[in-house]
């Protein structure tokens, strides 16, 4: 046969060849459309839900003095040359650094200008945490190399209990550190694109969300390292991210804190309290910090974080680094609110594990267009431990007379003046530069409590003193409905 004949006979096989590649070019750009455009509009009615759902929950009075009345105060006075300044819970004007080390509040100072700025915080909270899956999507994506892929991971990280809880936190309302969430998994994907520059940027954003995170981000300074074999920088990350941590524990909170020593010391007393405590409890009774951790709902705990990504974050255990020292500052505590998803204590952990178990997934190779679909589905599974569920109640007690009381008690209240509140309410009136927290009254020269506040631990105690306010001739009563009491101070020539 001829040249010729052969290049006629095979001229056909190589059109057909080109075609089919053309063909499936064309399908991977529309699947890589279709999956984008999924996201996006995934992401963007997941911000809508969430943030509706939290500023539903924090008009029902459901959003408490603690905490997020402490990040409205801490900004409303750093607008207003008082930096970071708070009340506490004892009647004191401290610095916010003596609690946790979370300058990143002051880049949120600005939105005290807008009235509705405990509003606005919450919504914002919502949209950065539900933007956090879309570096999951680009990381998913490329790895596994499937669009479809990515947007599994995606939606598996936005329905995952975890992530919902920081998105929209009923336990306390706003912390700075939710921002950490979102913003280490974008440092994550600029290392992985090696986007140094970027990468020093969002990391050192997250360093001012919490005193811990610096440590925690600094860890991925080591995945680089080994991963990409840049050494030096890898290490650089690490050793800033760990010098930055001890600073903020050994010297930040001890100086604006009077007394020296951590607010929270008390939570670590069985293995130590102090940091120099817990390292010689751990050569004197490494016992101590087994009894600590070992409790059935530590163990649930741990399975609600660990058992959605299916362990795959254990084939990239270099980038679950990241996760141990919140895992570890969590589980050594006695505090059960720190092994409880409701609660923000999660944002540092979340994104180590996502992100590990992308990694994960892309080494099994015989698997990687399954695993997303299993992950998903596990995450789904467990959804159903959602913060949205409480809507349905603050929906029905949004136009109710008891609701309806609180605005107008809250209403009665000056802006400027010194005020004791409840809890509860208290959450409505922290953007002024003191605010007390009934029962300490201190020089506060208005009162407003709700008698049914459920958060006081001592509930005989509290309905006492406010018995006692009521009883007392130094205030007068100026509303009072539905378990509602609003007292006024009288001019001290008329006590």
Not at 142 to 147: G, Q, T, V
Request: charged share 15%; glycine share 8%.
């Amino acid at each position: 046969m001829s040249d010729t004949a052969l290049s006629r006979q095979g001229a056909p096989r190589l059109e057909s060849t080109i075609a089919a590649l053309r063909k499936r070019m064309r399908m991977d750009v529309g699947e890589a459309a279709v999956a984008r455009r999924v996201v996006y509009a995934g992401v963007a009615a997941y911000a809508v839900v969430f943030a509706a759902g939290a500023v539903l929950h924090y008009s029902v009075f459901e959003m408490a003095r603690f905490d997020l009345g402490n990040m409205v105060q801490a900004t409303w006075n750093t607008l207003h040359g008082h930096f970071l300044e708070m009340t506490t819970l004892g009647g004191h004007q401290r610095s916010r650094l003596a609690f946790h080390v979370d300058p990143f509040l002051v880049l949120l100072a600005p939105l005290a200008w807008i009235r509705s700025s405990p509003q606005i915080l919450l919504a914002l909270q919502a949209l950065v945490v539900a933007s956090g899956a879309l570096p999951v999507f680009w990381l998913a994506r490329k790895h596994l190399d499937s669009p479809r892929a990515g947007a599994m991971f995606a939606f598996a990280y936005l329905l995952y209990p975890a992530t919902q809880f920081n998105a929209y936190t009923i336990g306390d309302g706003f912390h700075p550190v939710t921002f950490a969430l979102p913003l280490i998994l974008y440092a994550i994907w600029f290392l992985d694109e090696d986007r140094l520059v970027a990468f020093s940027v969002v990391a050192l954003l997250a360093f001012t969300t919490k005193e811990e995170l610096p440590l925690a981000v600094g860890c991925l300074g080591i995945w680089y390292a080994v991963r990409r074999g840049r050494r030096l920088f890898g290490f650089s990350v690490f050793a800033a991210g760990l010098v930055v941590t001890l600073f903020n524990f050994l010297w930040v909170i001890p100086h604006f804190l009077p007394s020296g020593a951590n607010a929270f010391a008390g939570r670590y007393a069985a293995v130590g309290g102090t940091p120099r405590g817990m390292v010689h409890k751990l050569f004197a009774d490494p016992g101590a910090f087994v009894h600590a951790v070992a409790s059935g709902h530590k163990a649930a705990y741990v399975l609600l974080l660990l058992l959605p990504f299916l362990g795959l974050w254990l084939l990239e255990p270099l980038l679950l680094l990241g996760a141990i020292p919140d895992l570890a500052i969590n589980l050594l505590s006695s505090n059960g609110n720190q092994t409880t998803l409701q609660f923000q204590y999660t944002a540092g952990i979340v994104p180590f594990i996502v992100a590990a178990s992308i990694f994960g997934a892309a080494r099994m190779k015989g698997r990687r267009l399954e695993l997303p679909l299993w992950v998903l589905t596990g995450c789904a599974a467990v959804a159903i431990f959602s913060p949205i569920y409480v809507g349905a109640g603050d929906v029905r007690a949004l136009g109710s007379p008891l609701v309806a009381a609180k605005q107008h008690a809250v209403s009665l209240i000056p802006d400027s003046t010194r005020v004791a509140a409840s809890n509860q309410l208290g959450g409505h009136l922290s953007a002024r530069r003191f605010i007390y927290t009934f029962p300490s009254v201190r020089q506060a020269r208005w009162i407003v409590v709700d008698v049914n506040d459920g958060t006081y631990g001592d509930a005989v105690g509290y309905k006492r003193a406010v018995r006692k306010y009521e009883a007392n001739k130094a205030w007068r009563v100026v509303f009072s409905s539905h378990g509602i009491a609003v007292l006024h101070k009288r001019p001290a020539n008329n006590s």
